[in-house]
């Protein structure tokens, strides 16, 4: 994903919805594939990567928020 600079809370609230939208079209659409199929492993794997790509984005903002100080 590209560096964006987010200069307010408008930028932040557009960048949280561009993020969780390519989290859930990624992710969340491979996450229910794996459940309508019924494979346990696969849907233990997809929520991993769910839940992994959900930490990322949080840890993103994060390091945005603390390269400030």
Known sequence: ME?????????FAQWA???SNAILTDQG???A???RKGNEAQIAETAQALGQA???????AFD??????
Do not use: H
């Open 29 to 31: 659409s491979e996450l």
């Open 33 to 35: 594939t794996a459940a």
């Open 54 to 60: 959900i930490v990322d984005a949080l840890m993103e």
């Open 64 to 69: 945005g928020l603390a390269g400030d100080e």
């Open 3 to 11: 560096t964006r600079i987010i200069d307010s809370r408008n930028d």
């Open 17 to 19: 919805i561009d993020r």
